[in-house]
T-cell receptor
Framework: DAGITQSPRHKVTETGTPVTLRCHQT?????MYWYRQDPGHGLRLIHY???????DKGEVSDGYSVSRSKTEDFLLTLESATSSQTSVYFC????????????FGEGSRLTVL | QKEVEQDPGPLSVPEGAIVSLNCTYS??????FMWYRQYSRKGPELLMY????GNKEDGRFTAQVDKSSKYISLFIRDSQPSDSATYLC???????????FGTGTQLKVEL
C-alpha cells in the first residue's frame, strides 16, 4: 500500500468553526490532491499541488484553502465550515507520468452540524 | 454537459455473470482512460488504464474505449462476490495527472 495517512479519519464539528485535514505521504511523490466524495457527484477535485508551495484550484475550491510547506504534507483548511462541506475527503498522491495512477488515502469523514 | 457521465446503479448480478460497466465522455481530445475500484469505506484504487482506442485485458477484466462514440466500458467475466464494490471511470483531463471521475457504479455480486 502507498504510504498515505490522513488525519483525522472522522470529525464532527459545528458550522462556522475552522477545520484542518492533514495528508501525510512517505512516497516522496511530487503531486498531491484533495478530493471530496458525495453521493450523486462522485469524486471532485478541490485543490492540488505540484510541488512545495505550488498549489492550484480544482473544480470545487470555494470555501477551501490548502498549504504544502513540505513534500510530505498537504493540508486542507475549511476556514469556516458549512453544512454543505459535510463529505468524505480523500487525499491522493501521484509520481507524475501519464498513466493516471493516483494513490488514495483511506478518507476523512467530516460532518458539519 | 458533464465531462464524464456514469450510470450510478446499483447493479446486482449473480456470481459468474458477465458485468458491463459504462461511461460516456464529452471531449474527443481525451486520450487516457482509467477504471478505479473502491471498496466500502476505502479509498479508490486503480484497476486498469487504457490509452486512446481499443481493448486492454487483465485477467477477468477488460477495458474498452470507443473514441468514435466517446464511450468507455469495463467488462468483468466470471464475476465473484469479491468484485462487489463501486467502480469509477476516470479520464485524464489536465496536466499533473488531474483526473475527472464519473459518479461511480455500485456493483453487488450475489452468491
Amino acid at each position: 500500500d502507498a504510504g498515505i495517512t490522513q488525519s483525522p479519519r472522522h470529525k464532527v464539528t459545528e458550522t462556522g468553526t475552522p477545520v484542518t485535514l492533514r495528508c501525510h505521504q512517505t512516497e516522496n511523490h511530487r503531486y498531491m490532491y484533495w478530493y471530496r466524495q458525495d453521493p450523486g457527484h462522485g469524486l471532485r477535485l478541490i485543490h492540488y499541488s505540484y510541488g512545495v508551495k505550488d498549489t492550484d484550484k480544482g473544480e470545487v475550491s470555494d470555501g477551501y484553502s490548502v498549504s504544502r510547506s513540505k513534500t510530505e504534507d498537504f493540508l486542507l483548511t475549511l476556514e469556516s465550515a458549512t453544512s454543505s462541506q459535510t463529505s468524505v475527503y480523500f487525499c491522493a498522491i501521484s509520481g507524475g507520468g501519464v498513466t493516471g495512477e493516483l494513490f488514495f488515502g483511506e478518507g476523512s469523514r467530516l460532518t458539519v452540524l | 454537459q458533464k465531462e464524464v457521465e456514469q450510470d450510478p446503479g446499483p447493479l446486482s448480478v449473480p456470481e459468474g455473470a458477465i458485468v458491463s460497466l459504462n461511461c460516456t465522455y464529452s471531449n474527443s481530445a481525451f486520450q487516457y482512460f482509467m477504471w478505479y475500484r473502491q471498496y466500502s469505506r476505502k479509498g479508490p484504487e486503480l484497476l486498469m488504464y487504457t490509452y486512446s482506442s481499443g481493448n486492454k485485458e487483465d485477467g477477468r477484466f477488460t477495458a474498452q474505449v470507443d473514441k468514435s462514440s466517446k464511450y468507455i466500458s469495463l467488462f468483468i467475466r466470471d464475476s465473484q462476490p469479491s468484485d462487489s464494490a463501486t467502480y469509477l471511470c476516470a479520464i485524464l483531463t489536465g496536466g499533473g495527472n488531474k483526473l475527472t471521475f464519473g459518479t461511480g457504479t455500485q456493483l453487488k455480486v450475489e452468491l
